[in-house]
């Protein structure tokens, strides 16, 4: 019953800057690790950046001093604002979390996938 959903994804002129938000919502008892994926025609899925329950930051070199990423555990919601964009950032980003939730007796951690957002660089 947990859904991710992300938006935020548009069509930016290189150099400029963009953030996108992902919000959890469902049964959910709490949240660990958030994390942004991009995948661009062709290559294969990679993360771009990840954050712990607790606010440890990791991110790709490529992506570093540029992105930032952040949560909103109230909120359940996590942040990835891009700035500098380049026209290599253009990616369907996707929102991945590990989440526990409420089953019908007890609960369980699950991994979810949001279904993507389009962010586009033109040059």
């Known amino acids: 019953q947990v859904q991710l959903v992300e938006s935020g994804g548009k069509l930016v002129q290189a150099g400029g800057s963009l953030r996108l938000s992902c919000t959890a919502s469902?049964?959910?008892?709490?949240?660990?690790?958030m994390a942004w994926f991009r995948q661009a025609p062709g290559n294969e899925r990679e993360l771009v950046a990840s954050i712990t329950s607790l606010g440890t930051t990791n991110y790709v070199d490529s992506v570093k001093g540029r992105f930032i990423i952040s949560r909103d555990n109230a909120k359940n919601t996590v942040y990835l604002q891009m700035n500098s964009l380049k026209p290599e950032d253009t990616a369907v980003y996707y929102c991945?979390?590990?989440?526990?939730?409420?089953?019908?007796?007890?609960?369980?951690?699950?991994?979810?996938w949001g279904q993507g957002t389009q962010v586009t660089v033109s040059s």
């Open positions: 991945n979390a590990d989440i526990r939730v409420r089953l019908g007796v007890g609960m369980g951690t699950y991994n979810y």
């Open positions: 469902g049964s959910i008892v709490d949240i660990g690790a």
